[in-house]
T-cell receptor, first 113, second 115 residues
Framework: GENVEQHPSTLSVQEGDSAVIKCTYS??????FPWYKQELGKRPQLIID?????GEKKDQRIAVTLNKTAKHFSLHITETQPEDSAVYFC????????????FGSGTKLNVKP | ETGVTQTPRHLVMGMTNKKSLKCEQH?????MYWYKQSAKKPLELMFVYSLEERVENNSVPSRFSPECPNSSHLFLHLHTLQPEDSALYLC??????????????FGEGSRLTVL
């Protein structure tokens, strides 16, 4: 089955700096890669996603890049703000009948004001 | 309306108790999921129901028993649990099919403590 590894497990940055979180996956058939943000005591929520036919996607201060050859994808947050502090999960999935997502172990991002 | 609601939010039970977790989705989705979230571990998929049929059972012990009476409701029946089953149990729903990404919409979770 798929194996998703996520690094780092914790990340501390100064407000205004950039943050990068990286994930690798093992199954070359995976074709959809979402990122979820989970604030303390809240539910995970999708913040950005990318399909395997696209190399990069950007939405305001967040962007995701995908390297299919190397089987890794990354989340980039620019101009970080304290409200970006949360746990971020990457995931990989394939198929259409239902979505079997394989999640990374999460990155706790702390943005210091 | 939050979309996916879970009850109870917190549950403390002894190892011999029987309890149930409930999930309801108001999004018209056709798939529902149970995930287990333990500290510093990946979200673990437990069960998937697609069109009310169980399509995935991820080697979960039989002390966890899911039920999906219709496309909007999902239950997780708990019986003779172990302390290591203490975790946050997240319900999610999604719309699956060729035109959809299958984005997961999560509930707030049920925090379970087994004494």
């Amino acid at each position: 089955g798929e194996n998703v590894e996520q690094h780092p497990s914790t990340l501390s940055v100064q407000e205004g700096d950039s943050a990068v979180i990286k994930c690798t996956y093992s199954d070359s058939a995976s074709n959809y890669f979402p990122w979820y943000k989970q604030e303390l005591g809240k539910r995970p929520q999708l913040i950005i996603d990318i399909r395997s036919n696209v190399g990069e996607k950007k939405d305001q201060r967040i962007a995701v890049t995908l390297n299919k050859t190397a089987k890794h994808f990354s989340l980039h947050i620019t101009e970080t703000q304290p409200e970006d502090s949360a746990v971020y999960f990457c995931a990989a999935s394939k198929g259409h009948n239902f979505n079997k997502f394989y999640f990374g172990s999460g990155t706790k991002l702390n943005v210091k004001p | 309306e939050t979309g996916v609601t879970q009850t109870p939010r917190h549950l403390v039970m002894g190892m011999t108790n029987k309890k149930s977790l409930k999930c309801e989705q108001h999004l018209g989705h056709n798939a529902m999921y149970w995930y287990k979230q333990s500290a510093k571990k990946p979200l673990e998929l437990m069960f998937v129901y697609s069109l009310e049929e169980r399509v995935e059972n991820n080697s979960v012990p039989s002390r966890f028993s899911p039920e999906c009476p219709n496309s909007s409701h999902l239950f997780l029946h708990l019986h003779t649990l172990q302390p290591e089953d203490s975790a946050l149990y997240l319900c999610a729903s999604s719309q699956v099919g060729l035109e959809y990404t299958g984005e997961l919409f999560f509930g707030e979770g049920s925090r379970l403590t087994v004494l």
